[in-house]
């Protein structure tokens, strides 16, 4: 499985900011699709998450009610359209995909970060 993200960048406290992750390879439908993110000094630490084949949603507790994850199954993109960011969202975010990552929040693949910046 390959996952290309994009999306990330310089954006002020209060604003929003849309990440994509395009995927390709064989994704099963076991498989769940979402994001990860390191800040500098701290763990990788789960964000998001969605079902690729129910759509079902999981979300961080520091994230819930501010981002949203959903997943266009024609292009085989997961976005995640992140609002009211907090200077605390700071961090290189980073597209996840696996069969573990439901519902251990671990992933089996990653791919490549994009750094989101919150100015406050």
């Known amino acids: 499985v390959q996952l290309q993200a994009s999306g990330g960048g310089l954006v002020q406290a209060g604003g929003s900011l849309r990440l994509s992750c395009a995927a390709s390879?064989?994704?099963?439908?076991?498989?769940?699709v979402g994001w990860f993110r390191q800040s500098p000094g701290k763990q990788r630490e789960f964000v998001a998450a969605?079902?690729?084949?129910?759509?079902?949603?999981s979300y961080a507790r520091s994230v819930a009610g501010r981002f949203t994850i959903s997943r266009d199954n024609t292009k085989t993109i997961v976005y995640l359209q992140m609002n009211s960011l907090e200077t605390e969202d700071t961090a290189v975010y980073y597209c996840?995909?696996?069969?573990?990552?439901?519902?251990?929040?671990?992933?089996?693949?990653y791919g490549q970060g994009t750094q989101v910046t919150v100015s406050s």
């Open positions: 390879g064989r994704i099963l439908s076991g498989y769940a």
């Open positions: 969605i079902r690729w084949s129910v759509g079902t949603t």
């Open positions: 996840a995909a696996g069969l573990r990552m439901w519902p251990y929040r671990e992933a089996d693949f």
